[in-house]
Protein backbone atom coordinates (compact mmCIF):
# COMPACT_ATOMS: atom_id res chain seq x y z
CA UNK A 1 0.00 0.00 0.00
CA UNK A 2 1.40 3.35 -0.95
CA UNK A 3 0.39 6.06 1.81
CA UNK A 4 -0.26 10.01 0.79
CA UNK A 5 -0.52 12.48 2.66
CA UNK A 6 -2.44 16.05 2.40
CA UNK A 7 -1.03 19.41 0.55
CA UNK A 8 -1.23 22.14 3.09
CA UNK A 9 -1.46 25.87 1.44
CA UNK A 10 0.15 28.10 3.14
CA UNK A 11 -0.86 32.11 2.83
CA UNK A 12 1.46 34.70 4.12
CA UNK A 13 2.22 38.69 2.91
CA UNK A 14 5.62 38.07 1.28
CA UNK A 15 4.16 35.03 -0.97
CA UNK A 16 1.77 37.11 -2.39
CA UNK A 17 4.13 40.16 -2.64
CA UNK A 18 6.39 38.23 -4.64
CA UNK A 19 3.97 36.19 -6.44
CA UNK A 20 5.38 32.74 -5.18
CA UNK A 21 3.32 29.87 -3.90
CA UNK A 22 4.11 27.78 -1.02
CA UNK A 23 2.34 24.68 -0.53
CA UNK A 24 3.32 22.31 2.48
CA UNK A 25 3.09 17.93 2.39
CA UNK A 26 2.31 16.88 5.89
CA UNK A 27 4.53 14.14 6.22
CA UNK A 28 4.15 14.48 9.64
CA UNK A 29 0.41 13.67 9.53
CA UNK A 30 1.31 10.17 8.05
CA UNK A 31 1.65 8.38 11.85
CA UNK A 32 1.25 9.85 15.34
CA UNK A 33 4.30 8.29 16.11
CA UNK A 34 6.75 7.52 13.35
CA UNK A 35 6.04 10.21 11.22
CA UNK A 36 7.76 12.24 8.41
CA UNK A 37 10.40 10.75 6.22
CA UNK A 38 10.84 8.06 8.93
CA UNK A 39 7.69 6.59 8.64
CA UNK A 40 8.53 6.33 5.19
CA UNK A 41 12.36 4.73 5.55
CA UNK A 42 11.52 2.12 8.14
CA UNK A 43 8.59 0.78 5.71
CA UNK A 44 10.33 -1.44 3.14
CA UNK A 45 13.59 -1.94 5.88
CA UNK A 46 10.52 -3.83 8.63
CA UNK A 47 9.55 -5.83 5.46
CA UNK A 48 12.95 -6.83 5.28
CA UNK A 49 13.27 -7.81 8.65
CA UNK A 50 10.72 -9.86 9.18
CA UNK A 51 11.30 -11.71 5.31
CA UNK A 52 14.95 -12.41 6.96
CA UNK A 53 13.82 -13.99 9.96
CA UNK A 54 15.34 -11.35 12.54
CA UNK A 55 13.77 -10.15 15.79
CA UNK A 56 16.29 -7.46 16.48
CA UNK A 57 16.83 -4.08 14.74
CA UNK A 58 19.94 -1.95 15.85
CA UNK A 59 20.96 1.62 15.11
CA UNK A 60 22.56 4.53 15.71
CA UNK A 61 21.91 8.46 16.76
CA UNK A 62 22.13 10.98 19.17
CA UNK A 63 20.94 12.63 21.75
CA UNK A 64 17.40 14.23 19.88
CA UNK A 65 17.19 11.80 16.85
CA UNK A 66 14.38 11.37 15.53
CA UNK A 67 15.03 8.05 13.99
CA UNK A 68 15.71 6.33 17.35
CA UNK A 69 12.64 7.70 18.53
CA UNK A 70 10.66 5.74 15.35
CA UNK A 71 12.77 2.74 15.34
CA UNK A 72 11.93 2.22 18.92
CA UNK A 73 7.75 2.37 18.39
CA UNK A 74 8.08 0.87 15.29
CA UNK A 75 9.83 -2.01 16.69
CA UNK A 76 7.18 -2.38 19.22
CA UNK A 77 4.72 -2.22 16.61
CA UNK A 78 6.02 -5.05 14.47
CA UNK A 79 7.17 -7.12 17.70
CA UNK A 80 10.75 -6.56 17.33
CA UNK A 81 13.30 -6.16 19.65
CA UNK A 82 15.01 -2.78 19.16
CA UNK A 83 18.78 -1.49 20.28
CA UNK A 84 19.83 1.98 20.12
CA UNK A 85 23.75 2.77 19.54
CA UNK A 86 23.69 6.13 21.17
CA UNK A 87 26.40 8.76 20.65
CA UNK A 88 27.85 10.17 23.51
CA UNK A 89 28.62 8.07 27.31
CA UNK A 90 27.86 10.99 29.25
CA UNK A 91 24.25 9.92 28.64
CA UNK A 92 24.10 6.75 30.22
CA UNK A 93 23.59 8.60 33.41
CA UNK A 94 21.29 11.36 32.71
CA UNK A 95 19.02 9.41 29.38
CA UNK A 96 16.10 10.14 32.10
CA UNK A 97 16.36 13.60 31.45
CA UNK A 98 16.32 13.42 27.52
CA UNK A 99 12.74 13.21 26.00
CA UNK A 100 14.09 11.61 22.88
CA UNK A 101 15.36 8.54 24.92
CA UNK A 102 13.20 8.48 27.30
CA UNK A 103 10.23 7.62 24.76
CA UNK A 104 12.72 5.09 22.96
CA UNK A 105 13.41 3.52 26.63
CA UNK A 106 9.50 3.47 26.97
CA UNK A 107 9.01 1.55 23.96
CA UNK A 108 11.58 -1.01 24.58
CA UNK A 109 14.81 0.02 23.21
CA UNK A 110 17.62 -1.19 24.83
CA UNK A 111 20.75 1.09 24.74
CA UNK A 112 24.07 1.13 24.00
CA UNK A 113 26.04 4.03 24.60
CA UNK A 114 29.60 4.77 23.43
CA UNK A 115 32.16 7.71 23.04
CA UNK A 116 31.79 9.72 20.11
CA UNK A 117 35.31 8.53 18.97
CA UNK A 118 34.00 4.98 18.75
CA UNK A 119 30.81 6.16 17.48
CA UNK A 120 32.94 7.54 14.35
CA UNK A 121 33.35 3.61 13.40
CA UNK A 122 29.74 3.09 13.11
CA UNK A 123 30.20 2.14 9.52
CA UNK A 124 32.74 0.24 9.83
CA UNK A 125 32.41 -3.53 9.28
CA UNK A 126 34.62 -4.80 12.35
CA UNK A 127 32.79 -2.35 14.33
CA UNK A 128 29.17 -3.99 12.93
CA UNK A 129 30.95 -7.59 13.73
CA UNK A 130 32.12 -6.82 16.96
CA UNK A 131 28.33 -5.93 17.94
CA UNK A 132 27.14 -8.99 16.00
CA UNK A 133 29.05 -10.80 18.76
CA UNK A 134 28.10 -8.72 21.74
CA UNK A 135 24.82 -8.37 21.00
CA UNK A 136 23.75 -11.45 18.69
CA UNK A 137 21.91 -11.28 14.91
CA UNK A 138 20.06 -7.94 14.27
CA UNK A 139 18.84 -6.39 11.29
CA UNK A 140 21.07 -3.12 10.85
CA UNK A 141 19.45 0.06 10.03
CA UNK A 142 22.25 3.18 9.57
CA UNK A 143 22.05 5.95 11.36
CA UNK A 144 19.34 8.04 10.23
CA UNK A 145 17.48 5.11 8.37
CA UNK A 146 19.08 6.06 5.02
CA UNK A 147 20.08 3.02 2.87
CA UNK A 148 18.59 1.43 -0.73
CA UNK A 149 15.28 0.43 1.36
CA UNK A 150 14.68 3.50 2.92
CA UNK A 151 15.20 5.42 -0.73
CA UNK A 152 12.63 3.32 -2.24
CA UNK A 153 10.30 4.42 0.66
CA UNK A 154 11.35 8.12 -0.09
CA UNK A 155 10.40 7.85 -3.43
CA UNK A 156 6.88 7.71 -2.44
CA UNK A 157 6.71 10.63 -0.76
CA UNK A 158 5.41 12.38 -4.30
CA UNK A 159 2.60 11.39 -6.25
CA UNK A 160 1.04 12.47 -9.75
CA UNK A 161 -0.88 15.42 -9.02
CA UNK A 162 2.38 16.97 -7.50
CA UNK A 163 3.38 17.17 -10.93
CA UNK A 164 2.16 20.75 -10.70
CA UNK A 165 5.18 22.18 -8.58
CA UNK A 166 8.00 23.23 -10.19
CA UNK A 167 10.17 23.18 -6.67
CA UNK A 168 10.40 20.72 -4.13
CA UNK A 169 12.10 21.44 -0.97
CA UNK A 170 13.34 18.79 1.75
CA UNK A 171 15.57 19.18 5.06
CA UNK A 172 18.27 17.13 4.86
CA UNK A 173 20.30 14.94 7.38
CA UNK A 174 21.85 12.05 5.93
CA UNK A 175 20.55 12.75 2.63
CA UNK A 176 18.24 10.05 2.22
CA UNK A 177 14.85 11.90 1.78
CA UNK A 178 15.93 13.74 -0.82
CA UNK A 179 17.83 11.06 -3.04
CA UNK A 180 14.22 9.57 -3.11
CA UNK A 181 12.51 12.79 -3.99
CA UNK A 182 15.49 13.48 -6.48
CA UNK A 183 14.44 9.87 -7.80
CA UNK A 184 10.39 10.50 -8.58
CA UNK A 185 10.94 13.74 -9.11
CA UNK A 186 9.49 14.41 -12.82
CA UNK A 187 11.56 15.72 -15.25
CA UNK A 188 10.34 19.48 -14.94
CA UNK A 189 10.91 19.88 -11.21
CA UNK A 190 14.33 20.90 -9.61
CA UNK A 191 14.99 19.28 -5.70
CA UNK A 192 16.55 21.57 -3.27
CA UNK A 193 17.69 20.19 0.04
CA UNK A 194 18.33 22.30 3.43
CA UNK A 195 20.87 20.45 5.70
CA UNK A 196 20.69 21.03 8.99
CA UNK A 197 24.58 19.89 9.28
CA UNK A 198 27.30 22.09 8.88
CA UNK A 199 29.07 21.12 5.95
CA UNK A 200 29.15 19.77 2.24
CA UNK A 201 30.02 16.18 3.06
CA UNK A 202 26.27 15.20 1.81
CA UNK A 203 26.74 15.70 -2.23
CA UNK A 204 28.83 12.62 -2.12
CA UNK A 205 26.50 10.43 0.02
CA UNK A 206 23.56 11.53 -1.86
CA UNK A 207 25.17 10.84 -5.62
CA UNK A 208 24.96 6.93 -4.02
CA UNK A 209 21.19 6.87 -4.22
CA UNK A 210 20.86 9.68 -6.99
CA UNK A 211 22.16 9.88 -10.00
CA UNK A 212 20.05 12.42 -11.68
CA UNK A 213 21.22 15.98 -11.86
CA UNK A 214 17.98 17.67 -10.65
CA UNK A 215 18.76 18.20 -7.01
CA UNK A 216 21.09 21.27 -5.27
CA UNK A 217 22.15 21.88 -1.71
CA UNK A 218 21.16 25.42 -0.04
CA UNK A 219 23.44 25.05 2.95
CA UNK A 220 23.07 28.65 4.32
CA UNK A 221 20.56 27.90 6.51
CA UNK A 222 22.26 25.21 9.16
CA UNK A 223 22.19 28.01 11.96
CA UNK A 224 25.69 26.56 13.00
CA UNK A 225 25.38 22.50 12.80
CA UNK A 226 23.22 19.90 13.51
CA UNK A 227 20.85 20.73 17.18
CA UNK A 228 22.17 24.18 17.56
CA UNK A 229 19.76 27.11 17.31
CA UNK A 230 19.25 30.90 18.37
CA UNK A 231 16.85 33.08 19.19
CA UNK A 232 15.73 34.14 15.35
CA UNK A 233 15.53 30.95 14.63
CA UNK A 234 12.75 29.86 17.83
CA UNK A 235 11.34 33.48 17.50
CA UNK A 236 10.83 31.89 13.61
CA UNK A 237 9.22 28.59 14.45
CA UNK A 238 6.87 30.15 16.79
CA UNK A 239 5.75 32.98 14.41
CA UNK A 240 5.29 30.52 11.81
CA UNK A 241 2.84 28.71 13.81
CA UNK A 242 0.84 31.63 14.73
CA UNK A 243 -0.26 32.18 11.25
CA UNK A 244 -0.31 29.33 10.03
CA UNK A 245 -1.21 27.20 12.83
CA UNK A 246 1.67 24.51 11.57
CA UNK A 247 4.17 23.30 13.88
CA UNK A 248 7.74 23.06 12.61
CA UNK A 249 10.67 20.93 14.30
CA UNK A 250 13.81 23.03 15.14
CA UNK A 251 16.50 20.79 14.24
CA UNK A 252 14.98 20.04 10.55
CA UNK A 253 11.61 21.74 8.90
CA UNK A 254 12.25 24.93 11.08
CA UNK A 255 15.52 25.59 9.57
CA UNK A 256 14.08 24.40 5.90
CA UNK A 257 11.14 26.89 5.93
CA UNK A 258 13.23 29.31 7.14
CA UNK A 259 15.40 29.19 3.92
CA UNK A 260 12.72 28.74 2.04
CA UNK A 261 10.98 32.20 2.87
CA UNK A 262 14.23 34.10 2.91
CA UNK A 263 15.03 33.01 -0.33
CA UNK A 264 11.68 34.05 -1.77
CA UNK A 265 12.08 37.63 0.30
CA UNK A 266 15.43 37.84 -1.60
CA UNK A 267 13.73 36.98 -4.86
CA UNK A 268 15.88 33.88 -5.49
CA UNK A 269 12.52 32.24 -6.80
CA UNK A 270 10.85 33.64 -10.03
CA UNK A 271 7.38 34.82 -10.55
CA UNK A 272 4.88 32.28 -10.19
CA UNK A 273 7.05 29.04 -9.26
CA UNK A 274 4.97 26.74 -7.57
CA UNK A 275 7.02 25.59 -4.43
CA UNK A 276 5.98 22.37 -2.59
CA UNK A 277 8.04 21.66 1.06
CA UNK A 278 8.13 18.72 2.45
CA UNK A 279 7.35 18.53 6.03
CA UNK A 280 9.34 15.50 7.46
CA UNK A 281 7.93 15.40 11.11
CA UNK A 282 10.60 15.39 13.98
CA UNK A 283 7.62 17.24 16.59
CA UNK A 284 8.96 14.94 19.05
CA UNK A 285 12.23 16.42 19.45
CA UNK A 286 10.83 19.65 20.72
CA UNK A 287 10.18 18.59 24.24
CA UNK A 288 13.74 17.67 24.60
CA UNK A 289 15.31 21.24 22.85
CA UNK A 290 12.79 22.92 25.14
CA UNK A 291 14.35 21.43 28.39
CA UNK A 292 18.32 22.28 26.74
CA UNK A 293 16.48 26.02 25.87
CA UNK A 294 15.19 26.76 29.33
CA UNK A 295 18.26 25.84 30.68
CA UNK A 296 19.85 28.61 29.07
CA UNK A 297 17.32 30.86 29.59
CA UNK A 298 16.01 31.16 26.10
CA UNK A 299 12.80 31.57 24.45
CA UNK A 300 10.94 28.17 24.56
CA UNK A 301 9.20 26.60 21.13
CA UNK A 302 5.74 26.50 20.98
CA UNK A 303 4.23 23.14 21.52
Not at 57 to 72: D, P, R, V
Request: hydrophobic letters at 35%; glycine letters at 10%.
Amino acid sequence: MRETTENQEIHLPVLDQKKVSLVLKREDRIHPLISGNKYRKLKYNLQEAKSKGLDRLLTFGGAFSNHIAATAYAGKVHGLQTIGIIRGEELALKWQDNATLKLARSHGMQFKFISREAYRYKNNPQFIANLQEELGAFYLLPEGGTNPLAIKGCEEILINTDAEFDVICCAAGTGGTIAGISNSAYTSQKVLGFPALKGDFLQEDIRKFAPRENWELITDYHFGGYAKINEDLIHFINDFKSKTQIPLDPIYTGKMMYGILDLIKEGYFPPKTKILAIHSGGLQGIDGMNRNLEKKNLPLISL
